[in-house]
């Protein structure tokens, strides 16, 4: 409320007054002789009546009496009129005085608070010109900060196209800076350091490759010189790009306290939403223990070995048609989104022991070359193989698969172990195993295929629980079979089925609704000798 909206208060002076003056100093003594002469003249009056009665003795003297109380009565009644008067005038001045100083009081009141809102006033007056002050130096100071990001950002965007490698190291290492100073760039700053990893790069010449320094001739000498020139740059370009992947990792990597589960990295940068790298080559590629959001690593190249053991993939992680061209550990890896592996290479051994895979993760038309690890992973949505081929030893032991698992026409050329495995509905179809499968132990608890499956070397199956139907149908064991104390719960069908080899079908469980499917054998008969076609479990044992 602005001072001039505030009413002026009344002068308690002016008020009084204008109600009430003073008496003048003549006023008493004129009331007295005006009463006393009313009094005389009343009592004379009276006097003269009397007299003119004729009265004689007491009653002349009781008259007069009389008369003589008369003007006394009228000069006290009319001194007590006056003081009556005098004690109202005085009563009511008090009463105004009182009012005076009531009035006083209120106005110094409102005096107090006029000067209590001026005063709030001028302080709110004050706290906003400083408010704005303080907004509007905050606001340069940030105009000022933005500037110099985005001129520092521009310029070093600018030189990590440099062709010197050292100008280039050193732009790295001031993005990491600007990024560590700036949380609110550091998504960028990860945009930039993945792009500059997604550029084309050369590796260095093998030393066999290089030209011998002792040739004399002039064209193979100048072709010297060029090479180990470029080699020279190669070998600085391969420095800066394992710079850059470190950067990554450094800041990637919570290493989470293990009691409290907060991080104890003064480096990590929480909340990297992305880190795209498709089609990058990456070298001695580690990510062990970061923790990522969605991960795009379609047709990278991953030269060396490439590890990704205990990350965390909070979003979806694609390595579709990567190459990894050395040996790729994912053991313990969690995949919180889909994971795609589909038509991947890897060169090397693989491990996924104890990885989790909380979505949908595909293998389709991968190849392993050599060994692989898939001991303890555990798959809670569809988990695709089809088409894969795994050249080495294949380990899936302990294995839990919550939802669908498709092995459809997938080659294992060697030894495939799926002991005590755990599978919901699971299909082999048309899948080719070439050495020892075993799936000892194993549980399945949906509908199982291995239709038209070929079975090249001892297919073992011991111990094993089909809870649903087990369709075997057109499958093609080439070796020995064993099926001794396997559990039926479900309908088993061998409808077509080949046994070349040894087979072994004893201490069978089945329940009632698989009999027609599993009836036994007529009588025992010594073990067969050559193919047999049987379209029921093998009789042989």
């Known amino acids: ?171 790295l290492y001031a993005l990491e800076r600007l990024a560590q100073d700036n949380p609110a760039q550091r998504q960028t700053i990860i945009d930039v350091l993945c792009a500059y990893l997604r550029m084309p790069y050369d590796p260095p010449y093998e030393p066999a490759n290089l030209p011998s320094p002792g040739d004399v001739d002039m064209l193979t000498l100048e072709r010297h010189t060029k090479m180990i020139a470029e080699q020279r740059e190669r070998v600085q370009e391969r420095e800066v790009r394992l710079t850059a992947q470190r950067i990554l990792a450094s800041h990637l990597r919570p290493d989470l306290d293990d009691s409290t589960g907060k991080s104890t990295n003064l480096r990590f940068w929480p909340g990297i939403q992305r880190l795209d790298l498709t089609g990058a080559t990456l070298i001695e590629f580690d990510l062990r223990g970061c923790h990522i959001g969605s991960a795009g690593f379609t047709g990278a190249t991953f030269v060396g070995t490439a590890g990704f053991g205990g990350a965390v993939f909070t979003g979806i992680a694609r390595f579709n048609e990567a190459t990894f061209a050395s040996n790729a550990w994912f053991t313990g890896t969690k995949f919180a989104g889909t994971a795609g592996f589909n038509k991947v290479t890897f060169t090397g051994d693989a491990g996924f022991n104890k990885a989790i895979f909380a979505n949908t993760a595909g293998f389709n038309e991968s190849n392993f070359t050599t060994n692989v690890w898939f001991t303890g992973a555990a798959f809670a949505g569809t988990a695709g193989f089809s088409g894969a081929t795994f050249t080495g030893t294949s380990e899936f032991g302990n294995s839990t698969f919550s939802s669908t698992a498709e092995f459809n026409k997938t080659t294992f050329t060697g030894n495939t172990q799926f002991g005590r ?121």
């Open 421 to 541: 495995a755990m599978f919901n509905d699971v299909s082999f179809g048309r899948a080719t195993f070439s050495g020892t499968a075993g799936f000892g132990g194993s549980n399945f608890d949906g509908i199982t295929k291995f239709n038209d499956a070929s079975f090249k070397g001892t297919a073992g199956f011991t111990g094993s629980v089909f809870v649903g139907a087990a369709l075997f149908d057109n499958a093609n064991f080439g070796r020995n079979a064993w099926f001794d104390k396997t559990i039926f719960n479900g309908a088993a069908q061998f409808d077509g089925a080949v046994f070349n080899g040894d087979s072994g079908f004893l201490n069978l469980s089945t329940e009632p609704d698989s009999q027609q499917s599993m009836s036994p054998p007529p009588s025992p008969t010594p073990p067969a000798v050559g193919p047999c076609t049987c379209r029921k479990p093998h009789p042989c044992r």
């Open 1 to 171: 409320m602005a001072v001039s909206d505030v009413a002026q208060p009344v002068n308690p002076a002016t008020r009084v007054h204008e109600k009430r003056t003073a008496l003048p100093q003549w006023t008493v003594p004129l009331v007295a002789f005006g009463v006393t002469a009313a009094s005389l003249l009343v009592f004379i009056i009276l006097w003269r009546w009397v007299n003119g009665l004729r009265l004689q003795g007491k009653d002349l003297a009781s008259a007069q009496l009389d008369v003589v109380k008369v003007a006394s009565g009228i000069a006290v009644g009319g001194g007590g009129l006056f003081a009556l008067y005098l004690a109202a005038r005085r009563q009511r001045t008090q009463e105004l005085e009182l009012d005076i100083r009531r009035d006083e009081l209120r106005n110094r009141e409102s005096e107090l608070a006029q000067r209590d809102r001026v005063q709030v006033h001028a302080e709110q007056v004050a706290e906003n010109s400083r408010l704005h002050a303080e907004r509007t130096t905050a606001a340069a100071e940030k105009d000022a900060a933005d500037r110099r990001v985005t001129e520092l950002y521009a310029k070093s965007v600018e030189n990590l196209g440099s062709d010197k490698a050292p100008v280039r190291l050193g732009v």
